[in-house]
């Protein structure tokens, strides 16, 4: 049981250039969702998705796309990359209702935009 | 909107008991909860208040008081590797987005 991973663990781009970070869960969760970290800022909401199919806006959404096509994948896109997107972003996923207050999290992925 | 308050840093003694306190302005949620992040790691779950009061965990508590807007985790018998950032953060009611605080760096010294 890998619980959530996420590809890649690292990477470099150049302003513009496009990429997409792959989350994947072995748990059967309902729910899924993305965040980036930035030093001192806490955890802040991209966007989620409740189910296959369904995606929706979080906190700070602009620059970013998304795509759950398969209940245990959720995508998500850069498609013209800024240094301001430079962060480390966190997928993580979690049973609807209550339940969903425990969200499980993957190991991270590490942004670095020139 | 809602926001979640908390220091940003602590500094505790081995074996210490030590509170780290969450404030908050929110217009409803479920309930409130508490993640630990060591460095370069991902957070993980440590407890869930839904209703006021106390909930112990073996060395850590989580308290909530939704009169008073605030909440606290509490960790004894203070270890090293208890030595990490740890967020509160609440689900909006009605919806699905979790909103985090900045974070509190817990530093714990021999």
């Known amino acids: 049981n890998a619980g959530v991973t996420q590809t890649p663990k690292f990477r470099v781009l150049k302003t513009g250039q496009s990429m997409t970070l792959l989350c994947a869960q072995d748990m059967n969760h309902e729910y899924m969702y993305w965040y980036r970290q930035d030093p001192g800022m806490g955890l802040r909401l991209i966007h989620y998705s409740v189910g296959e199919g369904t995606t929706a806006k979080g906190e700070v959404p602009d620059g970013y796309n998304v795509s759950r096509l398969k209940k245990q994948n959720f995508l998500l896109g850069l498609e013209s990359a800024a240094p301001s997107q430079t962060s480390v972003y966190f997928c993580?996923?979690?049973?609807?209702?209550?339940?969903?207050?425990?969200?499980?999290f993957g190991p991270g992925t590490r942004l670095l935009v020139l | 909107g809602q926001s979640l308050e908390q220091p940003s840093e602590v500094t505790a003694v081995e074996g210490a008991i030590v509170q780290i306190n969450c404030t908050y302005q929110t217009s409803g949620f479920y309930g409130l909860s508490w993640y630990q992040q060591h460095d370069g790691g991902a957070p993980t779950f440590l407890s869930y208040n839904a209703l006021d009061g106390l909930e112990e965990t073996g060395r850590f508590s989580s308290f909530l008081s939704r009169s008073d807007s605030y909440g606290y985790l509490l960790l004894q018998e203070l270890q090293m590797k208890d030595s990490a950032s740890y967020f509160c953060a609440v689900r909006e009611r009605g919806g699905f987005k979790t909103i985090f605080g900045a974070g509190t760096r817990l530093f714990v010294k021999a």
């Open positions: 993580a996923s979690s049973l609807p209702g209550a339940q969903g207050e425990t969200q499980y």
